[in-house]
């Protein structure tokens, strides 16, 4: 049975948005209501992406609680999550968390009598009644086209375990982990969400504690609000997270592939990493084999892209953090690259690596601010943000234990290296250079024209099989661009262009 993803385009976006420092992008679609005056908490989890409409995105300026210890950042505009009617206990803040006011049974709106998810012509189900189990449910799986499956909910925190409680929503609650079952659990303090996964939207529940030095991720500015070892809510840089292409002249340029043993070792163990290659039917190794190479080319490739950018950013003066932040994720990128090297190698029976990757013309314009923007909006802003969202969706799929852990491995750090070109798409248009944002609106009128002439392809059953070895079809690969370009980088690259008048003002 397939496993509910919560890590969506819209969530991507929400935390896109705030890493820019702006308000977050809040998902359709929802029928959970809010009901001011009750408390507050974080945004959405998975399943029926039930939200609260709450009135403002604000973030909160620090005020004190009546009760028990010190609290600077309680829940502000507190909106109550209504549900069927019923007042869930659930609020939502100002900031977007979630706070667990009080426990109260979830209600549940299932089995629902109408068609609950449309396939695309695929998938395991189109009603609630065809998923077997108690809260069970038929559910989107993805934001491209097709993809249902069956989902499980909850309705009561028992139902979920111990370290996790449920979360109401729409059609029925969502296990998440916790730390606290309610503000009653936190010493007079607040029992609230954070985002456990950098970014990526897995939510989780904590106690606040006197320590804390944030209460959301918008009190942040463009950091996230983590919880640490000693329980503290602080300010720490991440990003939700294949890789960067390396384009020259508009052309992604990769190495050729040749008979090669090291690249596929880990460093330092000097590991290999070994897939499940019994597993695969015998007619299906060869593709996966050429899929696997093509995927370490483009990771190979991404190394030299992160190097150039790093010349790059020297040569226009960019601040120290977006410097380290290339070099990590240079390394990220040859660790990507040897993994999946020695994946396709598992697949072909024979040892794959890169041959000599060409350079020539891949310096020009090295020193133009706004070349540069133009080339990271392409290369980071669309190519790694898709990139980030493809491999969450092939590592929810992947029954290969070990492909899916370097899956999940990737859309981790490959989600850090999208933010980092916001981050500096961000920081050259506070520049001020009219140069850099007329490239940036450049790009955005382009994607635009994009998006109105191109309908996203129609993906088959055979896409969606191949997801089951970690892998997405072009068809697939282009659904989820079409989505994400339409919904993500659009709205990104407009705010971000809205961001310097704001602060100006």
Same mark, same amino acid.
């Given at each position: %049975? ?23 992008? +809040?998902?359709?679609?929802?029928? +959970? *209501?809010?009901? $001011? ?12 992406? @039930? ?26 505009? #507190? ?31 299932? $089995?629902?009598?109408?068609? @609950? ?13 065809? !998923? $077997? ?24 925190? @028992?139902?979920?375990? *111990? ?7 729409? #059609? ?47 009190? !942040? ?36 592939? %040749? ?22 039917? #015998? ?5 996966? /084999? ?7 080319? %483009?990771?190979?490739?991404?190394? @030299? ?18 410097? *380290? ?44 601010? /706004? ?9 980071? !802003? ?69 998006? *109105?002439?191109?309908?996203? $392809? ?26 994400? +370009?339409?919904?993500? +980088? ?16």
């Amino acid at each position: %049975m397939l496993s509910p993803r919560i890590v969506r385009i819209d969530r991507f976006g929400s935390a896109l948005f705030a890493a820019l420092g702006l308000a977050p992008i +809040v998902g359709c679609g929802s029928s +959970v *209501e809010s009901d $001011p005056g009750s408390g507050g908490g974080g945004s959405g989890t998975g399943g029926g992406d @039930a939200t609260s409409t709450s009135s403002s995105a604000t973030t909160g300026s620090p005020t004190s609680t009546s009760t028990g210890g010190i609290n600077a950042w309680t829940c502000v505009d #507190p909106q109550a999550r209504v549900v069927d009617g019923v007042d869930t206990g659930f609020d939502t803040c100002a900031d977007g968390t979630l706070r667990r006011r009080t426990i109260v049974e979830c209600p549940s709106l299932l $089995p629902r009598d109408v068609e @609950a998810c449309d396939d695309g012509g695929f998938g395991e189900c189109r009603t609630d009644a065809e !998923c $077997p189990g108690a809260n069970a449910f038929c559910d989107q799986q993805s934001d491209f086209e097709g993809g249902c499956g069956c989902a499980t909910g909850c309705t009561t925190d @028992a139902e979920c375990g *111990e370290g996790s409680i449920c979360v109401c929503g729409d #059609p029925v609650g969502q296990c998440v982990s916790a730390d606290c079952a309610s503000d009653s659990e936190c010493g007079g303090l607040e029992c609230r969400s954070w985002d456990a996964s950098q970014g990526c939207g897995f939510i989780a529940f904590a106690c606040q504690t006197a320590g804390d030095a944030c209460g959301g991720d918008f009190d !942040c500015e463009g950091q996230l609000c983590q919880v640490l070892e000693d329980g503290t809510r602080a300010c720490e840089d991440g990003g939700c997270a294949i890789g960067r292409p390396f384009l020259v002249g508009d052309i992604e340029r990769v190495a050729p592939v %040749m008979r090669r043993n090291d690249w596929r070792q880990s460093y330092p163990s000097g590991a290999v990493l070994t897939p499940d290659v019994e597993s695969v039917p #015998p007619e299906l190794r060869a593709d996966l /084999a050429a899929r696997w190479t093509r995927i370490a080319q %483009m990771e190979h490739a991404s190394i @030299a892209a992160f190097a150039r950018f790093a010349l790059q950013l020297l040569a226009v003066g960019a601040p120290p953090d977006l410097v *380290e932040r290339t070099h990590r994720a240079m390394a990220d990128e040859t660790a990507h690259a040897r993994a999946a090297f020695a994946i396709a190698s598992a697949y072909a029976q024979r040892p794959i690596g890169p041959g000599l990757l060409s350079l020539a013309g891949a310096l020009q314009d090295a020193t133009d601010l /706004a070349s540069i923007v133009r080339l990271v909006i392409r290369e980071g !802003c669309v190519g790694e943000t898709v990139a980030a969202i493809e491999a969450n969706e092939a590592e929810g799929r992947c029954v290969d234990p070990v492909v899916r852990s370097l899956l999940a491995r990737i859309a981790e750090e490959e989600g850090q290296h999208a933010e980092l070109a916001w981050r500096t798409v961000r920081w050259a248009l506070e520049l001020g250079d009219p140069g850099v944002r007329a490239a940036v609106i450049d790009e955005l009128a382009r994607l635009q024209a994009e998006v *109105e002439v191109l309908s996203p $392809p129609t993906t088959t059953s055979a896409d969606e099989s191949l997801l089951q070895w970690g892998l997405a079809t072009d068809a697939l690969r282009a659904a989820l661009r079409s989505s994400a +370009v339409e919904r993500l +980088v659009i709205p990104g690259l407009a705010a971000a262009l809205a961001q310097p008048a704001q602060k100006a003002a």
